[in-house]
């Protein structure tokens, strides 16, 4: 069983919302720190969100500050990425990702490379 697993995408209008959902399948997921990547069709996989293993520190790419929000709840080992004022350009498959620790307090993870577990990704498509 894959350790995370997306849901939520699928297929918007510009200017609609989508909440994107990752869920760990074993592990102490509050130990974890997590961020969102993506793919958009033809380019590299691209950092969008990160939060803190405590969840105190958030960090955004350029692209999506001000419209996109992480949050994660430790119970339902969850993390989400609420995107709102969706834009074609968001069209990608999101990965979601967690870091094992040690962990630099309130550092976010914004590189790939920082990240122990991905999901599969799942498809996100805003049409103009």
């Known amino acids: 069983q894959a350790p995370l697993v997306e849901s939520g995408g699928g297929l918007v209008q510009a200017g609609g919302s989508l909440r994107l959902s990752c869920t760990a399948s074993r592990g102490t997921f509050s130990s974890l720190a997590v961020g969102w990547f993506r793919q958009p069709p033809g380019k590299e996989r691209e950092f969008v969100a990160a939060d803190t293993w405590s969840g105190g520190s958030h960090h955004y790419s350029d692209s999506v500050k001000g419209r996109f929000t992480i949050s994660r709840d430790n119970t339902e080992k969850t993390v989400y990425l609420q995107m709102n004022s969706l834009k074609s350009e968001d069209t990608a498959v999101y990965f979601c990702?967690?870091?094992?620790?040690?962990?630099?307090?309130?550092?976010?993870?914004?590189?790939?490379?920082?990240?122990?577990?991905w999901g599969q990704g799942t498809q996100v498509t805003v049409s103009s």
């Open positions: 990702a967690a870091g094992k620790p040690p962990h630099r307090l309130g550092v976010p993870r914004i590189h790939q490379t920082e990240y122990d577990y």
